[in-house]
């Protein structure tokens, strides 16, 4: 069954040629002009990402990607002419799985969102369920789950991808450079912030004090290490 994509953006011309530049790679696309047209779709139908654009003519798009992370773990791939790394960063910060500033190369656009809609889906049907455990913390490799207490805590897919990267690598020290050879598929650059804001959200949703982190340690100048004696 092809994935159903909502492209939410005002630039007629441009939603027209990722409709059929992506319809003929298999999606079905749906594209919604405003940011009110889009929350409509979402609540109505189901989509297995969105594209979702920073300025709409009325809505901020990073209000409206806070709101929809808030109550959905939906792929968000944000696109937008503004691509200031400020911007890039906040966008992250809120949710967004990935960033792709305008104009942009149509098979740039579909290999990320290949990208998200696979670290969301796992490695394809039949996968069996794997649970890593480290004290309180479970990390469901199958459902792509992590839990705290039992309690599923709302991380992005791509945040799911780096913790799991981690976690199969408990005690080894992991640069910026090394984490991102083992996500394949990913543009991220060791230079960037959003390894680090990845990170925090992820020590945000997994950790009892993120400002005092016992599971993912950062070991300044180096890298990162997930620990392997967590709490009992």
Partial sequence: MAERILMIDDDNRLAGMVQDYLGG???????????????????????????????????????LCRKLR???????????????????????????????????????????????LRRKGGSGGGTK???????????????????????????????????????ERAGRVLSRDALMDLLKGEKLEAFDRSVDVHISRIRAAIEDDPKKPRRILTLRGTGYVFAKDQDR
Wanted: net charge negative; proline share 4%; aromatic share 6%.
């Fill in 25 to 63: 790679a298999g999606f079905r696309v749906t594209v919604a002009g405003t940011g009110r047209e889009g929350e409509a779709l979402l609540k109505r139908e189901t989509f297995d990402a969105v594209i979702l654009d920073l300025m709409l003519p009325d809505a901020d798009g990073l209000d």
């Fill in 70 to 116: 808030a109550t959905s773990d939906v792929p968000i791939l944000m696109l937008t002419a503004r691509g200031e790394p400020m911007d890039r960063v906040v966008g992250l910060e809120l949710g967004a799985d990935d960033y792709l500033a305008k104009p942009f190369e149509p098979r740039e656009l579909q290999a990320r969102l290949r990208a998200i």
């Fill in 129 to 167: 369920s794997e649970i890593l455990r480290f004290g309180r913390l479970e990390i469901d490799k199958g459902a792509r789950v992590v839990r705290v207490d039992g309690e599923e805590r709302t991380i992005t897919s791509y945040q799911f991808a780096i913790l799991l990267v981690l976690a």
